[in-house]
């Protein structure tokens, strides 16, 4: 890898860091390529990234940038498991985990929060982004719905009256009939 190519490699790494708001620190022992390229698919589909890096450049792109601590966990074949959502990366990493011994979760880091193994195996049990956008909106929605069962009950109730008058009636004038 020449100058350039390390360049481009750390500009890249950079940028990463600086759209997502969570970084998750991993150690790979002998993953084969198609157990990388399934970590990688879970990871796209959820909305993070998996990118394995030299340690080196690694350090150099978290230079200046909140994540400089995790610097620290780099030793060994590592990667960064990112996403802008704090806590797909985490999820899907911990979900990993749990299907090989080859992978191993280091660290992470949320800004400048440092986090270790138990703290980003919690973030990894807190609800996705889009989960907690669904409970809000359904708490918003609730009351709502309540208010409107609420102003057609009487009607509603005055309906199932009268149709039981009208119901009543009508054996009366088929028997005259």
């Known amino acids: 890898m020449d100058r350039a190519e ?7 790494l950079a940028k990463t860091l600086a759209e997502t708001s969570v970084v998750v620190v991993t150690r790979n022992h002998g993953l084969t390529v198609a157990q990388v390229t399934d970590l990688r698919n879970k990871m796209r589909a959820a909305g993070a990234s998996f990118k394995v890096t030299k340690n080196r450049l690694a350090r ?6 909140p994540y400089q601590p995790i610097g620290d966990l780099l030793t060994g074949p590592t990667a960064f498991a990112t996403s802008a959502d704090p806590v797909a990366a985490a999820k ?6 749990k299907t090989t011994d080859k992978f191993e979760i280091v660290g992470g880091a949320i800004g400048a929060q440092l986090l270790d193994i138990n703290g980003i195996k919690a ?3 807190l609800p996705s982004l889009d989960e907690l956008r669904a409970k809000i909106i359904g708490v918003i ?3 709502a719905t ?5 102003a057609n009950a009487p009607a509603a109730k005055l309906a ?3 149709a039981a008058y009208a119901d009543k009636d009508k054996p009366a004038e088929a028997d005259a009939a």
């Open 123 to 125: 973030l990894a049990e």
């Open 60 to 65: 150099i792109a978290l230079e200046g940038t």
């Open 6 to 12: 390390k360049a481009e490699v750390i500009s890249g």
């Open 160 to 162: 199932r009256v009268f």
């Open 141 to 143: 929605n609730a009351p």
């Open 92 to 97: 899907i990493a911990v979900e990993f985990a």
């Open 146 to 150: 309540k208010l409107a069962q609420l």
